[in-house]
């Protein structure tokens, strides 16, 4: 499984994204949920910056993640743990973002939908009339 804001036990609080980083919401999740690529506080300071799950082992009744440090944090099989889920990516930056509908269809305007990480351009094909 993977960390969701709808999975989660609690959410208390957002960190805006920074130059280069997404942003993220700081929740509380099952240890349960972590599957690697999954961020996490391992000294359980939401202010701090996540690590990144690399490794997950279940053992028994003990779970041991490893970061993107290699380094190992045992937690009991039942624990809560100070997670963040990443804010959505976008995709289209600004300069690319749709036409208004009133100006599709408007000789040489150029529509520009995203769909995932895939842009599709479409030209209008209508030209303008003349008028006699």
């Not at 506080?41 to 993640?65: F, K, N, R, S, Y």
């Not at 959505?88 to 995932?116: E, I, K, L, M, N």
Request: charged share 15%; hydrophobic share 35%.
């Amino acid at each position: 499984m993977c960390l969701t804001l709808t999975n989660c036990i609690d959410k208390y609080g957002h960190c805006p994204a920074a130059r280069g980083r997404s942003g993220w919401t700081n929740t509380t999740h099952h240890i349960g949920y972590l599957a690697p690529g999954d961020l996490w506080h391992p000294d359980q300071e939401p202010l701090a910056l996540p690590h990144t799950v690399a490794e997950v082992h279940h053992t028994g009744d003990m779970t041991t993640l490893v970061d993107q440090y290699g380094d190992q944090f045992v937690y009991p099989a039942g624990s809560l743990l100070a997670a963040a889920v990443p804010d959505p990516p976008h995709w289209a930056p600004s300069a690319f973002r749709s036409v208004p509908p009133h100006r599709v269809g408007q000789a040489g305007v150029v529509d520009v939908r995203t769909y995932g990480r895939r842009m599709v351009l479409t030209k209008s094909a209508t030209r303008p009339t003349r008028r006699m």
